[in-house]
């Protein structure tokens, strides 16, 4: 890994339109005070922009570099090469050089992501994400505010991966707009408006091959899914949307429910009483939250869930992680 740290402008750059092209962005600073202002960001913030040189992060730059004087927001530019392409340091002086451009600084570094996902045993998609997430708390001062650059269409992708993953309610509620001081204030926006925003005021923008490359069960989804989807039912993708903020309501109600339900049926030697046991969508709920992070598979989960009702004494259950769950007179221990 070899961090780059804070930038002046790099020579050689692609062509940052802002150095040549008068900046009218006007369209992607409304799309984007849009969502912070959801969001309630204070004038004055410290704002770290995710920046890979796509067309969606290069909407948050332009944006936000429109919007941000009025609202006194201090902007930093944050971009991580990924080391997977033989072109991608040419992302991250294109990035620099349209960052200096507009004044801002900009932090860099390059990561070996296919080193990173061969050494965690993580899909070369989880382990770039995980990678990015590091970097750009790393590079967040104290107090700052992380932006990325989801959109509502990022958001349906997740629905449908998740989905077709079997997942249940938590993975149906999409990308939340924040998380901690992450915030993604153009979720409410759709990827082709902001293209067209981008190209009519003139502004170049990266494009990752590997975005197209059908391998990756996202890809698929972006490029057939959803395009049949909207076809089928011309606005499916904010369909999505809807159902993913309503299932996050219920998901939070459910999760409220569940530990007040945790608590008690928590004993004062640290076990559940699981006597009169809950419904199983109460009860798998209070057993997650009682295991902690990180979650156990839904099989284990399901297997303590069984010997936890059942009559059988005496029950253990791996739950992962070095962690087992005792059952024994419908009281469980989870160590």
């Known amino acids: ?41 204070p004038d004055g913030a410290s704002i770290v922009l995710a920046v890979s040189g796509g067309p969606d992060s290069m909407a948050l730059l332009h944006g936000a570099a429109v919007a941000g004087p009025d609202r006194h927001w201090r902007l930093t530019v944050a971009h991580l090469d ?17 960052a200096a451009a507009l004044s801002l600084p900009t932090e860099v570094r390059r990561t070996d992501v296919a080193a990173l996902a061969r050494s965690e045993g993580r899909s070369i998609e989880d382990a770039g994400r995980e990678a990015r997430y590091r970097f750009l708390h790393e590079v967040a001062p104290d107090g700052a505010l992380i ?14 991966m998740n989905l077709m993953r079997g997942s249940g309610l938590a993975g149906v509620r999409g990308i939340p707009p924040r ?7 153009l979720l409410g926006e759709r990827r082709a408006t902001l293209r067209a925003l981008l190209d009519a005021a003139a502004i170049d ?14 890809n698929r989804i972006r490029g057939e899914l959803l395009p049949m989807l909207e076809d089928l039912r011309p606005g499916a993708v904010d369909r999505i949307g809807q159902f993913a903020r309503l299932a996050a309501d ?17 004993t004062a030697e640290g076990e559940l009483d699981w006597h009169d046991p809950p419904g199983p969508a109460l009860g798998r709920r209070v057993l997650r939250l009682a295991i902690g992070e990180a979650a156990p ?23 992962g992680g070095g962690r087992t769950a005792t059952v024994e007179g419908r009281r469980i221990r989870i160590g």
């Open 147 to 160: 932006a990325t650059a989801h959109t509502a269409d990022d958001a349906a992708e997740t629905v449908l």
């Open 250 to 266: 219920d998901d939070a109600l459910l999760g409220e429910i569940a530990a007040a339900e945790l608590a008690r049926r928590t």
């Open 297 to 319: 598979s839904a099989e284990r989960l399901e297997a303590l869930l069984r010997a936890a009702g059942g009559d059988r004494g005496g029950a253990r259950v791996e739950l």
């Open 205 to 218: 923008y990266r494009l990752d091959p590997s975005n197209d490359d059908p391998a990756f069960l996202r």
């Open 82 to 98: 990924h080391g997977l392409r033989p072109d991608s340091a040419d992302d991250a002086t294109f990035v620099t050089d349209v």
């Open 1 to 41: 890994m070899a961090e780059q740290g804070t930038h002046e402008p790099l020579a050689g750059g692609s062509n940052p339109p802002s150095a040549t092209n008068p900046l009218t962005p006007d369209g992607l600073a409304a799309a984007l005070a849009r969502g912070t202002d959801a969001l309630v960001i």
């Open 179 to 185: 998380r901690g001081r992450v915030i993604r204030p």
